[in-house]
């Protein structure tokens, strides 16, 4: 992620910033704790970077606010992007008002074809025309109560407006927009409402929905702008639970013809609700996933079988460690189901995603805009990004929401620090790229064959490369070749033993497009010999203790998995039925206000190659502060112990498994004995907050390499010619395995050296 030198030099002090976002935390929490319970919205405001207050970029040129021309500054369009050109940026000091924040972003066509921005303010929504992209002007400003949190959307020529601060519905008329004017009509209050977190539009029912509202549990919200578009009219509600935003539909064909259907995401789950009757909202079906943490916004594909979700906090609680968006299989709207996940590869946090003539377009807080191809829709290639934000991490900053529907093409970006963005994106059609067979242990100096499908619409395949890195080396590549439909077939050369391999494809197509598979990092071993093995069945010696916390301790046992309590394991991690877990009890059982000790037995690390491994489980709330440490002593528990890891992300409900190598202690300052202890500190930091720990699979083990036949070249099991064909092609391909001598070089001497193996047979 590069740096934009305009939001550096308005930038504080760590330091300051710090201690200001710990005072407005402590000051502040216990109130807006009450406020946001659902919206966890108190998250966002500690720890905002400042305002970006550097020139726009108007024409191709760079504009002060007082309209005069500035000077570029350093790196002044971000150059973590491809395939999209920045046209125009209107930072929030060009907009009237005084707001020092952005949030949404929505786009509105008049009858004309003229086209418009609208940008959520900290203080109202700003109108901008962008019927020529490079030269935005902006129309007006409609004030608004002031608060980080409005969402606006349109039906017809009115905009529709809302935000947490109050105000009702704010009614807004669009219809002389192309004369240079913007109307509020009134600020409707009704029915006891007042405050909204989104709102949400259905053009083709006339049909707004208010969701996150102070009225009806928080939930879905119907009102009616069919009557009167100026006096939008509260006309029902589903009150179920609360829903965070949604996306509501009308069926004119198949078997949901004439239903009005509310895709919602709903906190830890997605709730399809039919709304066609607005005096019987009811719920049709509903879902969940493996880790949720709050299931925030989403939106469906253009078939509407499948619903594309983000989660907002799983990136900055830990459940994953880089942006992740997840896939709903919605074609039966009785029976949603989970069928996987995405990522963008960056570390930033997901917020709105939107879904647009093949494509998904998403903002994505400090990543900004991402752009994903959903020819494979169950495995979106990204095509397009630009990051809008001086900086990569979890944080609350950057892009607020994208807008991709304006019919010219135009894609805008609404961002929290420094406003509206307009661009031109190329969204290039990429290969959908996935390597099938990944092989994670490979055989000495033996050649592995990999397997991979690549599909791509609208253009043909043109290449296809395995590469390939053996412990962190240089990148080998090789072209994979087609076997059968879209299956491609390449070999990882054979590495030494004891070596680690990571391998991955490219792909590209005839029409420029490319894309990266996932890659698979394989270890070079023969075998494991386990040594010590733990399953928890039985004590073997651990000795637990109490390190202050009130709640919490080890125990042994089979995981009780209370319906209640949504953080303990469902069972154990090696499904022998047993295991270690703080506080094994139903209720509210997390360590609390202290820290609980599990110390193992003696076990001996002498040997070569030896290694410790673990099952571990780990929920919590706040990875910032609270952890699970792991120590090492190897004088049989006395004198020193020496940290060696400390996990500090969560898990979610999921287990998790790390060696401890001997190259790993020796790093670390312990020299790997006959009499080494291990120790596992689970700690719950103030403030409080939720500490589950677990652990199981406990091995000491030794990676083996013993001989193989290296002049079994095929690996057939047997010698002949095809072993000389299969070295020669080694030889030629300049392949390690190649290498027979051991020279550091291939030349006639291995060709020699092969022989020589030939001739003394295998064992």
Known sequence: MRTHSGFLASAAKPGILLAAATAFAVGVFPIIQDAFAHDEDWRKLVGRDPMYTGPAFINGEYINADGTKAAPPANGNFTDNANVTLLAHLPLNQFSGGSSSGNDCWGYVSPSGREYAIMGLQRGYGFVEITDPSNPVIVGVIPGPSSSWHDIKVIGTHAYGVSEAGSGIQVIDLSNLDSGSVTLVQNKVQSGHSSTHNIVANPDSGYLYLVGANISNGGLVAVDTNADPTNPTIVGSWNTRYCHDAQVVSFTSGPYAGREIAYCCNEDRIDIVDV????????????????????????????????????????????????????????????????????????????????????????????????????????????????????????????????????????????????????????????????????????????????????????????????????????????????????????????????????????????????????????????????????????????????????????????????????????DSDGSGSCYLTDNQAGNTDVDDGSVQLTSPTMDMSGANVEFAYDYFLNMTDSSTDRLRVEANNNNGSGAWTVIVDHDSSGGLNWRTHVITADDLTAAGVTPTSTMRFRFTANDSNPQSIVEAGLDAVKVQSVLCESACYADCDGSGSLNVFDYICFGNAYAANDPYADCDNSGGLNVFDYICFGNEYAAGCP
Request: with cysteine; aromatic share 12%.
């Open 276 to 571: 066609t009757n607005k005096s019987n909202m009811f719920t049709v079906g509903s879902t969940s996933y493996s880790g949720a943490s709050y299931t925030h916004q989403g939106w469906l594909s253009e078939d509407r079988t499948l619903f594309y979700s983000n989660d907002e906090l799983d990136e900055q609680g830990g459940v994953v460690n880089v942006t992740t968006t997840r896939i709903f299989d919605v074609s039966d709207i009785t029976n949603p189901t989970y069928v996987g996940s995405f990522t963008s590869g960056e570390t930033s946090i997901d917020h709105n995603n939107y879904v647009h003539n093949g494509y998904l377009y998403q903002a994505n807080y400090t990543s900004g805009l991402q752009v994903f191809d959903l020819c494979n829709p169950t495995s979106p290639v990204r095509v397009a990004n630009y990051d809008t934000h001086s900086s990569s991490s979890f944080s609350f900053n950057g892009a607020w929401s994208v807008y991709p529907f304006f019919p010219s093409g135009t894609v805008i970006i609404s961002d929290i620090n420094s406003g509206l963005y307009i661009f031109d994106v190329n969204e290039a059609s990429a290969p959908a790229t996935t390597l099938v067979t990944t092989p994670t242990q490979l055989s000495p100096n033996t050649p592995e064959s990999v397997t991979a499908d690549v599909e791509s619409c609208g253009s043909a395949v043109d290449t296809v490369t395995l590469n390939v890195s053996i412990d962190g080396g240089a990148t080998m590549q090789s072209p994979m070749t087609l076997v059968s439909g879209n299956t491609y077939e390449g070999s990882i050369p054979g590495a030494p033993c004891y070596s680690e391999v990571t391998y991955w494809i490219e792909a590209t197509n005839l029409a420029g497009g490319s894309s990266t598979s996932a890659s698979t990092t394989a270890s070079v071993f023969t075998g494991i010999n386990v040594a010590f093995s733990d399953n928890f069945q039985t004590n073997t010696g651990w000795a637990e203790a109490n390190l202050g916390a009130t709640t919490g301790d080890w125990e042994r046992g089979v995981p009780v998995n209370d319906p209640g309590w949504a953080y303990d394991p469902e069972s």
